[in-house]
């Protein structure tokens, strides 16, 4: 039988869109085009498959163009759980490695995703490096200067692709808020930066390891360098001295786990003065009964606000909102920046659809798009003195954090 040719010029079937939104058994395979499922060209290993590494399990089959060959990870719950989440777009059975080394050694595979605990990705990365593979690794990249520098030297160094997981700037919100304010530069030169959280307490992980903040670098750089990376973006320059104040109000107050008691803040105020002059403040508070962020810029010629909010009520809110006022300048808008619902839930437990995306095409056409291991470096800078300083009560200059480090020449 002669069959039918079509053309697949709209790019809004590059990505599989059908198949995600369970049309492929409207007809057989025969008659499958727009329908039918691309070969996924890459395969990748997942080192770490808790929360974080089994969404970047789901997610990496989701996006259509990779697909999970192999886990690694010493706790045998998270491996069951890993074969659970790859089962749901993938009918092939996951390898599973006995060592860290073998994981990343494999010929047979092409990409490196490190979704290990915070304290273990500059052991996880010296171990994917010597693969020379591409390599995908969590936030925060490190849970020290030193190693995130480290990290850095050898990102920069790379021949392959190395992206970090900053996925805050592939949400709709964040998206839209970074082109008009650096792109369309709507409201003009920034000038102040607000930003807050609010949220429900960190939830439980093997080890109870975010509970501790020698293993996840508190609370200030476990869950808000991805914040502090999206402040020193639209601020586009270095910060110059971070000033907090912080405590443990509520959250993990009486929490002890192998006789260690919980260290780690819930809820803290970081003011941030950078070297061009623009000034930020971030705001969280960790027992909230909401999901629920906000960023405001304010320019020389306007001011734009973008928020998102999840809550448990039964009436109708809006789930995200950009607000841009322009006086008599432009025109004022307000507009719900979203992505289709399987985007958008594909990235509720750390890893987001477009980050792969880019992680992707980063490789195929040797591109290093995203935020560099650098930008990764400078959020835990940010992160690291925010902390210091709800210790001893007084801003932290940066240079002099950095003197310490024995990284005078950043």
Not at 25 to 38: A, G, H, I, P
Not at 43 to 62: A, L, P, Y
Not at 159 to 166: A, E, K, P, R, S
Not at 195 to 218: C, P, T
Request: neutral net charge; aromatic residues 10%.
């Amino acid at each position: 039988k002669k069959k039918i040719k079509m053309s697949k010029k709209n790019e809004f079937w590059s990505r599989d869109f059908s198949s995600r939104y369970n049309h492929m058994n409207l007809v057989s395979d025969k008659d499958k085009y727009l329908c039918s499922d691309s070969s996924p060209k890459y395969k990748f290993n997942v080192i770490g498959v808790g929360t974080m590494g089994q969404e970047h399990i789901r997610v990496t089959n989701f996006e259509g163009n990779a697909t999970i060959h192999g886990v690694y990870d010493p706790e045998p719950l998270s491996i069951e759980n890993a074969k659970i989440a790859n089962a749901i777009h993938n009918k092939n059975p996951l390898k599973i490695y006995s060592s860290l080394e073998e994981a990343c050694l494999d010929s047979d595979v092409d990409g490196l995703i490190i979704a290990t605990p915070n304290f273990m990705h500059i052991e996880s990365v010296k171990a994917a490096a010597k693969s020379g593979k591409h390599i995908l690794v969590e936030k925060p990249i490190a849970t020290s200067i030193s190693d995130a520098y480290e990290i850095a030297q050898i990102a920069n160094n790379y021949d392959g692709i190395f992206q970090v997981g900053l996925q805050y700037r592939y949400k709709a919100i964040y998206t839209e808020a970074i082109h008009e304010a650096l792109v369309r530069k709507t409201i003009g030169d920034i000038k102040t930066i607000n930003m807050i959280e609010h949220r429900m307490a960190f939830l439980d992980k093997v080890g109870q390891w975010n509970k501790f903040s020698k293993y996840s670098g508190g609370t200030l750089v476990e869950k808000c360098c991805h914040y502090f990376d999206l402040i020193n973006l639209f601020a586009n320059s270095k910060p110059k001295s971070v000033y907090a104040s912080g405590s443990m109000a509520v959250n993990f107050k009486d929490f002890e786990y192998e006789k260690n008691k919980s260290d780690i803040l819930d809820n803290a105020m970081v003011i941030i003065e950078y070297e061009n002059g623009v000034r930020a403040s971030f705001g969280i508070a960790m027992f909230a009964p909401m999901f629920y962020e906000e960023i405001i810029l304010c320019g020389n010629l306007g001011r734009l606000s973008a928020s998102e909010n999840q809550d448990f009520l039964p009436g109708k809110t809006l789930k995200s909102k950009i607000e841009i006022f322009g006086g008599e300048t432009y025109p004022s808008r307000s507009i719900t920046p979203s992505f289709p619902v399987a985007i958008e839930e594909s990235g509720h437990s750390g890893a987001t659809f477009f980050e792969h995306v880019h992680f992707v095409d980063n490789i195929e056409n040797n591109t290093k798009n995203g935020p560099t291991a650098m930008d990764a470096f400078w959020s835990v800078v940010v992160g690291i003195a925010a902390e210091n300083s709800v210790v001893s009560g007084k801003p932290v200059k940066i240079k002099n954090l950095l003197k310490q480090a024995g990284l005078d020449e950043l």
